[in-house]
């Protein structure tokens, strides 16, 4: 027996539906790009900001190992141990016998977006 084709109707799997599942597919690939982007954004903050605690924590004992050689010494000696941990020395004072100290790092975890995460920390002899 035979069969008449259609042809170019608006049917299953006719011309008027071509390119939809395309379009949905392109749609989901986006979703999940900015989804991969936002995540290795926030992965690159939390990992700038553990760099400048840990830059600060190790600052902090270095100058407090100096602390009695006076605040230009003690604040030197964490200078130098925080811009091996990758971070700046933003401030460093002597409180007594305690050094405080704060670093900064910069982070860019997106190519148009630059911020600067600040940590502080403080450390000296054991009391009481």
Request: net charge positive.
């Amino acid at each position: 027996m035979w069969v008449p084709v259609r042809r170019g109707g608006r049917g299953r799997g006719g011309a008027a539906e071509r390119g939809g599942a395309t379009i949905c597919v392109l749609a989901v690939g986006l979703v999940i790009v900015l989804v991969g982007l936002f995540g290795a954004a926030l992965g690159a903050a939390r990992t700038a900001r553990q760099q400048a605690r840990v830059a600060a924590d190790f600052g902090a004992l270095a100058g407090a190992a100096r602390a009695l050689g006076g605040e230009a010494t003690a604040c030197a000696v964490a200078g130098e141990l925080t811009g091996a941990n990758g971070a700046r020395l933003a401030a460093c004072r002597l409180d007594g016998l305690d050094v405080l100290v704060t670093t900064e790092v910069e982070v860019t975890p997106l190519p148009w977006l630059t911020r600067t995460v600040t940590a502080t920390s403080r450390a000296g002899p054991v009391r009481g």
